[in-house]
């Protein structure tokens, strides 16, 4: 989706990996595009990747997928964030609705505990995508930023970035538009 009103020259590709829900890279992109008014590129599912399954958790080490993400091209995308359907986790956690390196190129979120539900996976693709731009965590409880624990707490976050995030956030836009 190109987005001919943005103000920015960012480009955000939006991969789903391994069986993903057809509406859900579409529902994501959707959000980027409507409410950060940035360009997204919606790519072909890519493989999901056997090297981080973990046998012991039956889980995906998020961080593994992510680093080589990091080493791919993706079309010159600025930022990417993947979409996958299985269960993600993070060394101190039990799991994860998404995963970001702070400032980092490629962001995960996971639909497996989310009820397959395409708008909390949005919500968590803008809050990592936040991440991405260098933004943390957010103390304030209607702030897309704010860390969310379980569905209840995602589900209670309004579809917005307070002043302060808003705010950080065009910076970043600026600084990666250049
Ligand atoms: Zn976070
Ligand atoms: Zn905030």
Do not use: W
Not at 78 to 84: P, R, T
Not at 138 to 155: A, I, Q, R, V, Y
């Amino acid at each position: 989706m190109k987005n001919e009103k943005s103000p920015y020259n960012i480009r955000i590709g939006v991969v789903p990996v391994g069986e993903v829900p057809e509406i859900a890279p579409k529902v994501v992109a959707a959000h980027f595009v409507g409410y950060l008014n940035l360009s997204t590129d919606i790519f072909p599912p890519l493989e999901l990747p056997g090297y981080a399954f973990d046998k012991r958790r039956s889980q995906y080490d998020a961080g593994l997928i992510i680093k080589s993400f990091e080493s791919m091209q993706f079309d010159n995308c600025d930022k990417v964030i993947g979409i996958l359907d299985v269960d993600l986790f993070v060394p101190l956690f039990t799991h994860v609705f998404g995963e970001a390196r702070l400032g980092g190129k490629c962001a995960l979120i996971s639909l497996f505990r989310m009820e397959k539900n395409p708008e909390r996976a949005a919500k968590t693709a803008l809050h990592e995508f936040g991440h991405l731009c260098d933004l943390q965590h957010c103390t304030d409880k209607n702030c897309l930023m704010h860390f969310s624990k379980g569905l209840e707490e995602l589900d209670s976050i309004p579809l917005c970035f307070c002043r302060y995030c808003s705010a950080y956030l065009r910076d970043a836009f600026c600084r990666l538009s250049l």
